[in-house]
């Protein structure tokens, strides 16, 4: 190695070279934002990596409303601005991110990540900022923070309406099997308790690492402990192989789920019959047969002719973009902490902005009264609507007791059933 | 069903089934069985790809599992799209994937022979090409295509995935005969072990290296095809074929025929009845530690030690 | 270098600064690092506490990539398992920082954290040392160590799986680990945007000094020898096991520091610092910035994250491909690494003159491509040949 005849030249290159590449591609700190004459709304959904499939379609509901909104004259007369990077599945990314929109482009409202880990992730972030953000997935339920506005259904409410219908129809014999982490285990837990409250028992529970994609030993259990029905708490791509291993296994327990068919759409992915008699609890499911929901339907594949499918993650991202539309009207302004004022408040979302049918925002518990259906998919994949009711969050506003818009207005914490039920975590 | 597999095909789990029969009446567990020979199957077809790169070229090749995608992919799409019946497809699957390894061959990999560790960032980079690239091209998801077969009769376990472990003994036996008993295998191997001599005896060492890695890229490609019908078919579904793969390479060691056979038999072993006694979590981490443990005591891999039991025989006679 | 005009003992530093192994070494280098320190420690003044808290996180990795030059750029060996240290010590940070509480309890998380990531590699290291782990596998092992670390941490969300108060959180992680802080209860200071920038980038001049010191030392050649031939060096009566051992452990505490900071970053650890995506990342930093620079290392990482980052607000859904078409044409073009490539290109022109260097320079050209032509069509060239599987593992 020769280094010592390298002069001046070289060397300045190579530290410029470091300097330089720190420095630059940071466009524009500070600043920005003072136009005034935009609303600026952040949307960080998964168009890349592992999430993809169910993120793509909530980026494109979300840039529906919007497209929809500025086409009909914005918000109180100002354009929505849009900024939609691509947080491929990614959780640093996130939180870069999530910065970044906060900070630099310093939006009004944002909406972010599938996950809970990615939630859990940016959670800080927008807790260190007073962010108001809006979380749409389908999830485990708990979250009591000031500034996160949960829109999708709870465990507790997507179970609380699939598990009843199943016991009612099927037996009271009942076997668990879910993905084996956060989401999956504390939906076992809600399992359990809504078994103990409608008199039936899980009696087998089977937790399956999410990178399993083999599920022979998973189905011979099954079929030597012969349950009324089995509840499949299955997530992601490799789980989505159970059920061609199922069909082609021959195995004909009837299956009730939370977490198939509505989010990655596998009745329309997977060849006929793999979803046969798979019943599945959702606030929403392309096929809703209304009229309301044909009307959004044939809007979304308007805009996106290649669009796979309209997720139950979708609609939420669409309604909840209205809802913030309409808390901004009565509010009168984008000021952050007046926007949450009105949102506490609660609020109705009925007509077109909500596919699923009329819904309500609960203020205190800042999450959603959803109609609740149980979706059957038979042996040609048909969807058909066997049972619908609305049910409210309920674990917060009831067993938990929280109020956001009163005395608990400064937190920021996620419950979990464990400590509020003996059916949970045994 | 429409399988195309034809009257063998459906003889076949019929056989397997009066076997089965036998054995379980003399009280052999036969649910393990079936995933213990699932699990074998899954870690040989997962690995045999990779072991030919990089047992013959030193080719450590991070895009295997896009390789295994791409076999899936064109396996699908042949049968969903142009109606190719699901044997053909995943012949065509296989083949192009060699044709596309033999192309990487001639334009990336050629050049960086002898630069092991360079090779495993250009094909990690391949790889990310390769995953996105059919994400914007054929978006999130294939529809995807049956399994074939039915279940095991009498049990509640998928034909299909046990008859995979004859896929695998076949695709294993066909790498031996081709490596062992042909002029292309016998140069191949000649140039492996000094280019030098052997492009001095007149071979076409550029070609082997060649052959050779579209090959490895070909079987990659048919491990593909053959989960094709079994798994969901996603951009990143190589992912999923991809710690397996390296693991088994490594257990084997550096002969890749014996080495893929002794590591998939036990790898698939212990991962089926560690899954079967205390779950699926304890079964993936007992696969891990095993592999912790062979690589620790044998530095060179299942192979290593079949070798040293070999010389030592030779020693006594 | 030095001509006797420095006071001694600044001469003493800068003998030991310098040596054969390091790129580096002039006194042009130190002036243009100089200013280049300047700029950086200037940068959160003109861009801002936000942009200095982006930027952070970029030297945070720098560490990371620093330690992995050590181990693998230096002494030979490939670590694909850096990352198990950096989220071991970012697990322990969390666990002990949220356990004790307030900023005593941050202050001494710190040390504790490094000190179990160095235990860790410590024990890892004898393990694989001392039982003749070799080569590509040392690579392959620490991988499967960072899987089982992954798959273990990834279960563990029920409450069963707690270490004091804090709940480890399986895929979820662990939310809310405070902002780095230093001194006990009511004579603190919290380190956020700029306070932590500087610190980091403080942290990352010592490592990255006290590493060229190490390297240009007795046990730095040492390091060398093995990387060359380790079978030598044993045989020159050197205790390559334990050199091994040493450098390793070493290593593992630097990317436990990283680690640790990371942790204090994003204010939130969980297990997908130990998947194989981003345990390759380290690698693609190091193999582009020029393994065998300690600086390179550092560089490579600052561009490749600002790129990763630029493409992802910018390009949708084809900065993935993007960012595999660099890592590609980098790694085909200048195999050595950016650093020093630059450096090669460097000496190039100024040992035959700009105008004599570009002729060369289009006659190597045109001679590649000509092998390049012969090699597609009528062959008879000769083309790099691979060495045998035995060649690769010795």
Same mark, same amino acid.
């Given at each position: 190695?020769?280094?010592?005849?390298?002069?001046?030249?070289?060397?300045?290159?190579?530290?410029?070279?470091?300097?330089?590449?720190?420095?630059?591609?940071?466009?524009?700190?500070?600043?920005?934002?003072?136009?005034?004459?935009?609303?600026?709304?952040?949307?960080?959904?998964?168009?890349?990596?592992?999430?993809?499939?169910?993120?793509?379609?909530?980026?494109?509901?979300?840039?529906?409303?919007?497209?929809?909104?500025?086409?009909?004259?914005?918000?109180?007369g100002?354009?929505?601005?849009l900024?939609?990077?691509?947080?491929?599945?990614?959780?640093? @990314?996130?939180? #870069? %991110?999530?910065?970044?929109?906060? +900070?630099? *482009?310093?939006?009004? &409202?944002?909406?972010?990540? =599938?996950?809970?880990?990615?939630?859990?992730?940016?959670?800080?972030?927008?807790? @260190?900022?007073? #962010? %108001?953000?809006?979380?749409?997935? +389908?999830? *485990?339920?708990?979250? &009591?923070?000031?500034?996160? =506005?949960?829109?999708?259904?709870?465990?507790?409410?997507?179970?609380?309406?699939?598990?009843?219908?199943?016991?009612?129809?099927?037996?009271?014999?009942?076997y668990?099997?879910? &993905?084996?982490?956060?989401?999956?285990?504390?939906?076992?837990?809600?399992?359990?308790?809504?078994?103990?409250?409608?008199?039936?028992?899980?009696?087998?529970?089977?937790?399956?690492?999410?990178?399993?994609?083999?599920?022979?030993?998973?189905?011979?259990?099954?079929?030597?402990?012969?349950?009324?029905?089995?509840?499949?708490?299955?997530?992601?791509?490799?789980?989505?192989?159970?059920?061609?291993?199922?069909?082609?296994?021959?195995?004909?327990?009837?299956?009730?789920?939370?977490?198939?068919?509505?989010?990655?759409?596998?009745?329309?992915?997977?060849?006929?019959?793999?979803?046969?008699?798979?019943?599945?609890?959702?606030?929403?499911?392309?096929?809703?047969?209304?009229?309301?929901?044909?009307?959004?339907?044939?809007?979304?594949?308007?805009?996106?002719?290649?669009?796979?499918?309209?997720?139950?993650?979708?609609?939420?991202?669409?309604?909840?973009?209205?809802?913030?539309?309409?808390?901004?009207?009565?509010?009168?302004?984008?000021?952050?902490?007046?926007?949450?004022?009105?949102?506490?408040?609660?609020?109705?979302?009925?007509?077109?902005?909500?596919?699923?049918?009329?819904?309500?925002?609960?203020?205190?518990?800042?999450?959603?009264?959803?109609?609740?259906?149980?979706?059957k998919?038979?042996?040609?994949?048909?969807?058909?609507?066997?049972?619908?009711?609305?049910?409210?969050?309920?674990?917060?506003?009831e067993?938990?007791?929280?109020?956001?818009?009163?005395?608990?207005?400064?937190?920021?914490?996620?419950?979990?059933?464990?400590?509020?039920?003996?059916?949970?975590?045994? | 069903?429409?399988?195309?597999?034809?009257?063998?095909?459906?003889?076949?789990?019929?056989?397997?089934?009066?076997?089965?029969?036998?054995?379980?009446?003399?009280?052999?567990p036969?649910?393990?069985?079936?995933?213990?020979?699932?699990?074998?199957?899954?870690?040989?077809?997962?690995?045999?790809?990779?072991?030919?790169?990089?047992?013959?070229?030193?080719?450590?090749?991070?895009?295997?599992?896009?390789?295994?995608?791409?076999?899936?992919?064109?396996?699908?799409?042949?049968?969903?799209?142009?109606?190719?019946?699901?044997?053909?497809?995943?012949?065509?699957?296989?083949?192009?994937t060699?044709?596309?390894?033999a192309?990487?061959?001639?334009?990336?990999?050629?050049?960086?022979?002898?630069?092991?560790?360079?090779?495993?960032?250009?094909?990690?980079?391949?790889?990310l090409?390769?995953?996105?690239?059919?994400?914007?091209?054929?978006?999130?998801?294939?529809?995807?295509?049956?399994?074939?077969?039915?279940?095991?009769?009498?049990?509640?376990?998928?034909?299909?995935?046990?008859?995979?472990?004859?896929?695998?003994?076949?695709?294993?036996?066909?790498?031996?005969?081709v490596?062992?008993?042909?002029?292309?295998?016998?140069?191949?191997?000649?140039?492996?072990?000094?280019?030098?001599?052997?492009?001095?005896m007149?071979?076409?060492?550029?070609?082997?290296y060649?052959?050779?890695?579209?090959?490895?890229?070909?079987?990659?490609?048919?491990?593909?095809?053959?989960?094709?019908?079994?798994?969901?078919?996603?951009?990143?579904?190589?992912?999923?074929?991809?710690?397996?793969?390296?693991?088994?390479?490594?257990?084997?060691?550096?002969?890749?025929?014996?080495?893929?056979?002794?590591?998939?038999?036990?790898?698939?072993?212990?991962?089926?009845?560690?899954?079967?006694?205390?779950?699926?979590?304890?079964?993936?981490?007992?696969?891990?530690?095993?592999?912790?443990?062979?690589?620790?005591?044998?530095?060179?891999?299942?192979?290593?030690?079949?070798?040293?039991?070999?010389?030592?025989?030779?020693?006594?006679? | 270098?030095?001509?006797?005009?420095?006071?001694?003992?600044?001469?003493?530093?800068a003998?030991k600064l310098?040596?054969?192994?390091?790129?580096?070494?002039?006194?042009?280098?130190?002036?243009?690092?100089?200013?280049?320190?300047?700029?950086?420690?200037?940068?959160?003044?003109?861009?801002?506490?936000?942009?200095?808290?982006?930027?952070?996180?970029?030297?945070?990795?720098?560490?990371?990539?620093?330690?992995?030059?050590?181990?693998?750029?230096?002494?030979?060996?490939?670590?694909?398992?850096?990352?198990?240290?950096?989220?071991?010590?970012?697990?322990?940070?969390?666990?002990?920082?949220?356990?004790?509480?307030?900023?005593?309890?941050?202050?001494?998380?710190?040390p504790?954290?490094?000190?179990?990531?160095?235990?860790?590699?410590?024990?890892?290291?004898?393990?694989?040392?001392?039982?003749?782990?070799?080569?590509?596998y040392?690579?392959?092992?620490?991988?499967?160590?960072?899987?089982?670390?992954?798959?273990?941490?990834?279960?563990?969300?029920g409450?069963?799986?707690?270490?004091?108060?804090?709940?480890?959180?399986?895929?979820?992680?662990?939310?809310?680990?405070?902002?780095?802080?230093l001194?006990?209860?009511?004579?603190?200071?919290?380190?956020?945007?700029?306070?932590?920038?500087?610190?980091?980038?403080?942290?990352?001049?010592?490592?990255?000094?006290?590493?060229?010191?190490?390297?240009?030392?007795?046990?730095?050649?040492t390091?060398?020898?093995?990387?060359?031939?380790?079978?030598?060096?044993?045989?020159?009566?050197?205790?390559?096991?334990?050199?091994?051992?040493?450098?390793?452990?070493?290593?593992?505490?630097?990317?436990?520091?990283?680690?640790?900071?990371?942790?204090?970053?994003?204010?939130?650890?969980?297990?997908?610092?130990?998947?194989?995506?981003?345990?390759?990342?380290?690698?693609?930093?190091?193999?582009?910035?020029?393994?065998?620079?300690?600086?390179?290392?550092?560089?490579?990482?600052?561009?490749?994250?600002?790129?990763?980052?630029?493409?992802?607000?910018?390009?949708?859904?084809?900065?993935?491909?993007?960012?595999?078409?660099?890592?590609?044409?980098?790694?085909?073009?200048?195999?050595?690494?950016?650093?020093?490539?630059?450096?090669?290109?460097?000496?190039?022109?100024?040992?035959?003159?700009?105008?004599k260097?570009?002729?060369?320079?289009?006659?190597?050209?045109?001679?590649?491509?000509q092998?390049?032509?012969?090699?597609?069509?009528?062959?008879?060239?000769?083309?790099?040949?691979?060495?045998?599987?035995?060649?690769?593992?010795?």
């Amino acid at each position: 190695m020769s280094e010592n005849r390298i002069s001046r030249r070289s060397v300045l290159a190579t530290g410029a070279a470091g300097v330089g590449a720190a420095l630059a591609g940071c466009s524009g700190g500070g600043g920005g934002g003072s136009e005034g004459d935009t609303i600026k709304i952040g949307v960080l959904e998964d168009q890349s990596g592992n999430f993809s499939l169910v993120g793509t379609p909530k980026w494109r509901a979300s840039k529906l409303a919007i497209e929809e909104i500025n086409d009909n004259g914005g918000i109180m007369g100002q354009q929505i601005e849009l900024f939609d990077p691509d947080p491929q599945s990614d959780n640093q @990314r996130y939180q #870069q %991110l999530t910065e970044r929109l906060i +900070q630099q *482009e310093e939006v009004d &409202a944002l909406w972010a990540g =599938y996950s809970s880990a990615t939630r859990e992730a940016i959670r800080p972030i927008i807790d @260190r900022e007073d #962010q %108001l953000y809006f979380y749409t997935t +389908q999830y *485990e339920g708990g979250v &009591a923070d000031k500034n996160v =506005y949960c829109m999708g259904p709870t465990a507790r409410q997507q179970l609380g309406s699939v598990v009843p219908y199943m016991i009612e129809n099927f037996g009271t014999d009942i076997y668990t099997i879910a &993905a084996d982490y956060n989401f999956g285990q504390l939906s076992a837990d809600w399992v359990k308790v809504i078994a103990q409250e409608n008199g039936a028992s899980v009696n087998n529970e089977e937790f399956i690492p999410l990178s399993n994609q083999s599920f022979g030993s998973t189905i011979s259990n099954i079929q030597e402990a012969d349950p009324d029905f089995v509840m499949a708490i299955l997530v992601g791509n490799n789980h989505s192989s159970f059920w061609n291993q199922r069909t082609s296994a021959g195995l004909e327990i009837p299956m009730g789920t939370s977490t198939v068919m509505a989010q990655g759409y596998q009745h329309k992915r997977l060849d006929a019959p793999a979803l046969k008699d798979v019943y599945g609890g959702f606030n929403y499911m392309e096929e809703i047969p209304t009229d309301r929901n044909e009307d959004y339907v044939s809007r979304y594949y308007d805009r996106w002719p290649d669009a796979g499918y309209a997720n139950e993650e979708s609609i939420n991202n669409y309604f909840s973009i209205y809802m913030y539309k309409k808390a901004v009207e009565e509010a009168g302004t984008t000021d952050q902490e007046a926007v949450k004022e009105v949102l506490n408040g609660g609020m109705e979302i009925t007509g077109d902005r909500s596919p699923e049918g009329d819904i309500s925002l609960q203020g205190p518990v800042h999450h959603m009264t959803h109609n609740m259906r149980v979706m059957k998919c038979d042996a040609e994949h048909n969807i058909t609507v066997e049972d619908q009711r609305r049910i409210p969050e309920q674990f917060l506003s009831e067993t938990v007791g929280i109020d956001l818009s009163g005395p608990d207005s400064e937190l920021e914490e996620q419950f979990t059933p464990t400590e509020y039920y003996d059916a949970a975590g045994e | 069903m429409t399988t195309g597999f034809g009257a063998a095909g459906m003889l076949t789990p019929l056989v397997i089934g009066d076997v089965l029969g036998a054995l379980d009446s003399v009280g052999v567990p036969i649910p393990q069985l079936l995933q213990m020979a699932d699990n074998i199957a899954f870690i040989a077809l997962a690995a045999i790809g990779l072991t030919i790169i990089f047992g013959m070229m030193g080719v450590i090749n991070l895009a295997h599992g896009e390789f295994i995608m791409m076999g899936a992919y064109i396996t699908t799409l042949s049968v969903n799209v142009a109606s190719i019946p699901l044997p053909v497809a995943m012949l065509l699957g296989a083949l192009g994937t060699a044709v596309f390894g033999a192309i990487v061959e001639r334009t990336i990999v050629r050049r960086l022979y002898g630069r092991l560790l360079d090779s495993m960032i250009v094909t990690f980079g391949l790889g990310l090409i390769l995953t996105q690239g059919t994400r914007i091209i054929f978006g999130n998801s294939l529809q995807s295509i049956g399994t074939p077969f039915g279940n095991v009769p009498g049990y509640t376990y998928s034909g299909y995935r046990v008859l995979l472990l004859f896929a695998a003994i076949a695709v294993l036996g066909a790498v031996y005969l081709v490596f062992t008993r042909t002029e292309f295998g016998v140069q191949a191997r000649a140039t492996i072990q000094d280019p030098e001599t052997a492009r001095a005896m007149g071979v076409d060492t550029d070609r082997m290296y060649t052959i050779t890695f579209a090959i490895g890229s070909g079987l990659a490609g048919l491990t593909g095809a053959l989960y094709a019908p079994s798994a969901t078919i996603v951009p990143g579904m190589g992912q999923s074929f991809l710690v397996e793969s390296f693991v088994t390479v490594v257990t084997g060691g550096s002969s890749v025929l014996l080495g893929t056979a002794l590591a998939g038999g036990i790898l698939g072993t212990i991962n089926a009845i560690f899954s079967n006694l205390y779950g699926n979590f304890i079964g993936q981490i007992a696969l891990l530690i095993t592999a912790i443990i062979v690589i620790r005591l044998l530095p060179d891999g299942l192979t290593g030690l079949a070798a040293t039991i070999r010389e030592k025989i030779g020693e006594r006679q | 270098m030095t001509d006797g005009r420095l006071p001694s003992r600044l001469d003493g530093i800068a003998r030991k600064l310098n040596g054969p192994n390091t790129l580096g070494n002039s006194k042009a280098f130190w002036l243009a690092f100089a200013v280049g320190m300047v700029g950086m420690i200037a940068y959160p003044l003109v861009r801002g506490s936000y942009a200095a808290g982006q930027t952070s996180l970029f030297l945070v990795y720098g560490l990371l990539a620093l330690s992995l030059s050590l181990i693998w750029g230096y002494t030979g060996i490939l670590s694909f398992g850096q990352v198990a240290f950096f989220g071991i010590a970012g697990y322990t940070y969390a666990i002990v920082s949220l356990n004790l509480g307030g900023a005593f309890g941050q202050t001494v998380a710190l040390p504790v954290a490094v000190g179990v990531a160095t235990l860790a590699a410590f024990v890892l290291g004898y393990f694989m040392f001392y039982g003749g782990v070799k080569n590509v596998y040392v690579a392959i092992l620490t991988l499967v160590v960072t899987l089982v670390l992954e798959t273990f941490m990834a279960q563990t969300a029920g409450s069963e799986w707690a270490i004091g108060s804090v709940q480890l959180g399986g895929f979820n992680g662990i939310p809310g680990i405070r902002n780095f802080a230093l001194g006990v209860e009511g004579a603190s200071f919290s380190l956020s945007g700029s306070g932590f920038y500087w610190f980091v980038l403080t942290l990352l001049l010592v490592a990255y000094l006290g590493s060229r010191i190490l390297v240009n030392s007795r046990f730095g050649y040492t390091l060398v020898a093995i990387r060359e031939d380790a079978e030598r060096t044993t045989m020159l009566g050197y205790n390559v096991k334990r050199v091994k051992l040493a450098v390793f452990t070493l290593s593992g505490a630097l990317a436990g520091l990283s680690g640790v900071l990371y942790a204090t970053w994003g204010n939130y650890m969980d297990p997908s610092v130990f998947t194989i995506v981003f345990a390759t990342i380290p690698i693609v930093w190091v193999t582009l910035g020029g393994r065998e620079s300690l600086l390179g290392g550092i560089v490579g990482t600052i561009i490749i994250e600002r790129l990763r980052l630029w493409f992802s607000v910018n390009a949708s859904e084809f900065a993935i491909v993007f960012v595999g078409v660099i890592l590609m044409t980098t790694v085909l073009l200048v195999p050595r690494g950016i650093l020093p490539g630059i450096r090669d290109g460097y000496v190039f022109f100024s040992e035959h003159g700009i105008r004599k260097g570009i002729e060369r320079g289009r006659g190597t050209i045109q001679t590649r491509i000509q092998a390049r032509l012969e090699s597609v069509g009528v062959g008879g060239s000769e083309t790099e040949t691979p060495p045998s599987s035995e060649a690769v593992r010795e």
